[in-house]
Structures are given as structure tokens and as C-alpha cells.
């Protein structure tokens, strides 16, 4: 008869008790790391958004320069961007030469122009949306009404 003690027991496979110990060890390892990239995704997501949003702020600007150094019109503005897909996307642009807003009457123009993205599609920018601002000034150069 062969000795029992001195023989010896290969295993197959894993205990309960050790797939139940690493399976707690991955939650509690996994959890964590899947909250993180989360919370990261959704940074990324806003600021791609705040990004697109100077991208427009940008171009809004500058066409505003270029009409406003050619004609000296002043006034408001305001607009989307429905055409290249993003009806959220509001722009509003303000154009004066008025000492109050920043400028001189017939010498100097600002232009201050936002853009926002409209999240709840009223039309109006309501605290708590992206919102981007950008201003500039122009002159009243002769060369620019030469250009016309």
C-alpha cells in the first residue's frame, strides 16, 4: 500500500478561495482606473469643445476686421453655425467706435465678438454655458479706404 502523506497532490485549477480573493483584488484595482479615464473622457470632451469654440471666436473675428476696416460699420450681430453642423453654436458680435465702448468716434473701432455654445437652444447665453470672448481694435487708416 503506497503512503498517502508522501504523495503528492497536483492541482488543476484554482481554489475558490483564490479566484474569489482575485477577483475582489481586480474590482478593487479596475474600478478606480475606470473612474479616472471617465472623469478624463469627459475633460477631453469639454475641451474639445472650448477649442472648437476659440476656433469660431477666431473667424468671427477676423471677418468682422475685415468688414469693419473697409466700411467703418458699426452695430450687432448675431448668428449660428447651423451650416457646419452645429446649431448649438451661437455667435454674437458687437462693432462700435463710441468712447463708452472702448473706442473713438470716427478714429478707432472695437470689435468684441462671443461665441457660446447654446446647450439648452434658447438663443440666449445663460450662465453656466462655454462661452468664448474676443476683442479687438481697429483704426481709421486711410490705407484701409484706399483698399475698397
Not at 48 to 75: F, I, K, M, Q
Amino acid at each position: 500500500m503506497r503512503n498517502f502523506a508522501q504523495r503528492k497532490i497536483r492541482r488543476r485549477g484554482f481554489s475558490l478561495l483564490e479566484m474569489a480573493t482575485a477577483a475582489g483584488l481586480m474590482a478593487a484595482i479596475l474600478a478606480p482606473a475606470l473612474s479616472v479615464m471617465r472623469d478624463a473622457m469627459a475633460q477631453s470632451r469639454i475641451l474639445h469643445r472650448r477649442s472648437l469654440l476659440a476656433n469660431y471666436a477666431v473667424r468671427t473675428l477676423e471677418g468682422e476686421c475685415a468688414s469693419v476696416a473697409g466700411s467703418w460699420a458699426t452695430g450687432t450681430s448675431v448668428g449660428t453655425y447651423v451650416a457646419e453642423g452645429y446649431a448649438n453654436i451661437r455667435y454674437t458680435s458687437a462693432r462700435s467706435d463710441a468712447f463708452v465702448d472702448g473706442g473713438l468716434p470716427d478714429q478707432l473701432i472695437n470689435i468684441q465678438v462671443t461665441v457660446y455654445d447654446d446647450a439648452n437652444v434658447n438663443s440666449t447665453l445663460d450662465a453656466g454655458e462655454l462661452r468664448v470672448d474676443y476683442r479687438t481694435k481697429i483704426a481709421k487708416l486711410t490705407t484701409y479706404e484706399n483698399e475698397i
